[in-house]
Protein backbone atom coordinates (compact mmCIF):
# COMPACT_ATOMS: atom_id res chain seq x y z
CA UNK A 1 0.00 0.00 0.00
CA UNK A 2 1.42 3.26 -1.10
CA UNK A 3 1.34 5.91 2.20
CA UNK A 4 1.66 9.60 0.88
CA UNK A 5 1.44 13.02 3.43
CA UNK A 6 -1.64 14.27 3.79
CA UNK A 7 -3.84 10.97 2.79
CA UNK A 8 -6.35 10.15 5.12
CA UNK A 9 -6.14 6.16 6.14
CA UNK A 10 -8.40 3.86 8.68
CA UNK A 11 -5.75 3.16 11.55
CA UNK A 12 -6.11 0.80 14.73
CA UNK A 13 -4.78 3.18 17.23
CA UNK A 14 -5.11 0.43 19.93
CA UNK A 15 -3.78 -0.31 22.94
CA UNK A 16 -3.67 3.31 23.88
CA UNK A 17 -3.38 4.79 27.61
CA UNK A 18 -5.44 7.10 29.90
CA UNK A 19 -6.45 10.31 27.54
CA UNK A 20 -4.99 9.13 24.25
CA UNK A 21 -7.27 9.24 21.34
CA UNK A 22 -8.38 5.36 20.80
CA UNK A 23 -10.09 3.12 19.09
CA UNK A 24 -10.01 2.33 15.08
CA UNK A 25 -10.44 5.96 13.14
CA UNK A 26 -9.28 8.56 10.38
CA UNK A 27 -5.43 9.94 10.75
CA UNK A 28 -3.99 12.46 8.30
CA UNK A 29 -0.54 11.22 7.72
CA UNK A 30 1.86 14.09 8.42
CA UNK A 31 5.39 12.69 7.88
CA UNK A 32 6.89 13.72 4.52
CA UNK A 33 6.61 11.22 1.86
CA UNK A 34 10.50 10.39 1.87
CA UNK A 35 10.20 8.77 5.53
CA UNK A 36 6.95 7.40 4.40
CA UNK A 37 8.41 5.50 1.49
CA UNK A 38 11.63 4.36 3.22
CA UNK A 39 10.63 3.72 6.99
CA UNK A 40 8.40 1.37 8.67
CA UNK A 41 6.61 4.08 10.43
CA UNK A 42 4.84 6.73 9.42
CA UNK A 43 3.83 10.47 11.85
CA UNK A 44 -0.08 10.53 12.10
CA UNK A 45 -2.47 13.42 13.37
CA UNK A 46 -5.94 11.17 14.91
CA UNK A 47 -9.39 12.51 13.62
CA UNK A 48 -12.42 13.00 15.24
CA UNK A 49 -16.20 14.33 15.25
CA UNK A 50 -16.40 15.37 18.65
CA UNK A 51 -14.39 18.35 19.64
CA UNK A 52 -14.28 21.83 20.95
CA UNK A 53 -12.46 24.13 18.97
CA UNK A 54 -9.14 24.35 20.77
CA UNK A 55 -6.59 26.22 18.77
CA UNK A 56 -4.25 22.80 18.29
CA UNK A 57 -7.11 21.60 15.82
CA UNK A 58 -8.30 22.47 12.96
CA UNK A 59 -12.16 21.72 10.96
CA UNK A 60 -11.81 19.53 8.22
CA UNK A 61 -15.21 18.10 6.24
CA UNK A 62 -14.46 13.95 5.47
CA UNK A 63 -16.88 11.49 3.94
CA UNK A 64 -19.96 13.86 4.51
CA UNK A 65 -19.17 14.64 7.88
CA UNK A 66 -17.85 17.75 9.99
CA UNK A 67 -14.67 16.34 11.98
CA UNK A 68 -11.46 17.81 13.29
CA UNK A 69 -7.86 16.53 13.05
CA UNK A 70 -6.44 16.25 16.47
CA UNK A 71 -2.87 17.69 16.13
CA UNK A 72 -2.50 18.15 19.81
CA UNK A 73 -2.28 14.15 19.40
CA UNK A 74 0.12 13.66 17.29
CA UNK A 75 1.89 10.27 16.85
CA UNK A 76 4.38 7.73 15.15
CA UNK A 77 2.87 4.44 14.36
CA UNK A 78 3.75 1.31 12.20
CA UNK A 79 2.33 0.60 8.82
CA UNK A 80 0.27 -2.30 9.76
CA UNK A 81 -1.75 -0.15 11.88
CA UNK A 82 -2.86 1.15 9.26
CA UNK A 83 -6.29 -0.64 7.51
CA UNK A 84 -6.74 1.82 4.25
CA UNK A 85 -6.53 4.40 2.58
CA UNK A 86 -9.92 6.62 2.86
CA UNK A 87 -9.01 10.15 1.60
CA UNK A 88 -7.01 13.00 0.92
CA UNK A 89 -6.85 16.47 2.59
CA UNK A 90 -7.87 19.51 0.63
CA UNK A 91 -5.42 22.38 -0.11
CA UNK A 92 -7.10 24.84 2.19
CA UNK A 93 -6.66 22.12 4.98
CA UNK A 94 -3.19 21.48 4.53
CA UNK A 95 -2.57 25.09 4.54
CA UNK A 96 -4.21 24.97 8.46
CA UNK A 97 -2.56 22.19 9.40
CA UNK A 98 0.86 23.49 9.14
CA UNK A 99 0.01 26.95 10.06
CA UNK A 100 -0.97 24.95 13.32
CA UNK A 101 1.96 22.29 13.20
CA UNK A 102 4.42 25.44 12.87
CA UNK A 103 2.96 27.11 15.53
CA UNK A 104 2.86 24.69 18.11
CA UNK A 105 6.12 23.16 17.72
CA UNK A 106 7.92 25.59 15.69
CA UNK A 107 7.61 29.31 16.80
Known amino acids: MEIDQYQIVLVNLDPT ?3 EIKKTRPCVIISPDEMN ?3 RTIVVAPMTTKSK ?3 TRTKIKHDKKTGWIVLDQIRTIDKQRVIKVLGSVSKTEIKKVKAIIKETFVD
Do not use: G, H
Open 37 to 39: KYL
Open 17 to 19: IES
Open 53 to 55: NYP
